[in-house]
């Protein structure tokens, strides 16, 4: 098995805060809130569920706007046989060495961050916008997947949401696996 390398990187600036953090005296506690390493309660879970359904529906309508070989042709899943076990591959890889880094860094360290700062309002719409920016790399398919940055945005803004009711990034990352397994999913025969 490969090491998550995406992970590593994403999660090396949240765990250089938290050392920082405890070098000036915080409590773990307080630290681990911050960077949204709780587990929250069972509701927040049913609202990641909620939050899944709507991104799912943004994704049904968003994507009818782009052409179906570009969808299919940009994922590696592509050409995999749709099965129990290209399932559970999916979900495992999407789970660890996609969207857990993806929200550590996105949801527990900026947008924890920026919603301390500048309240929820303005912070979550800061953090979902910057989390749009790496995906950029996408317009490299051209210039019809922009519907796909819609979607982006409202999963980082539900995510975002979910962070900031729940302090976790746990319900965040609950929405995150079962988007981009569902996507990976489509893309197979």
């Known amino acids: 098995m490969e090491i998550p390398v995406q992970l590593v990187i994403l999660s090396v600036p949240a765990i250089l805060y938290m050392v920082t953090r405890k070098q000036r005296g915080e409590a773990w506690e307080t630290i681990l809130c911050k960077v949204g390493w709780t587990k929250g309660k069972p509701v927040h879970y049913l609202w990641a569920v909620g939050a899944f359904v709507v991104v799912a529906l943004v994704a049904s309508v968003a994507l009818k ?20 076990s290209t399932l559970l591959l999916a979900l495992l ?10 929200e550590v860094f996105f949801r527990g360290l900026i947008g924890g961050w920026l919603m301390r700062k500048f309240g929820f309002a303005f912070g979550n719409l800061l953090q979902a ?3 749009l920016l790496p995906h950029l790399l996408l317009l490299q398919l051209g210039t019809a997947v922009w519907p796909v940055f819609l979607i982006q945005f409202v999963a980082g803004w539900l995510q975002g949401w979910l962070r900031h009711r729940s302090d976790s990034i746990l319900p965040g990352w609950l ?3 079962l988007s981009n397994t569902t996507s990976a999913f489509s893309a197979m025969i």
Do not use: D
């Open 65 to 84: 706007f782009v052409p179906a070989e570009i969808l299919r042709g940009s994922s590696q899943y592509a050409g995999l046989k749709r099965s129990a």
């Open 93 to 102: 890889r999407e789970a660890f060495y996609v969207a857990l880094g993806e």
């Open 129 to 131: 916008a910057i989390f």
């Open 175 to 177: 929405v995150h696996t």
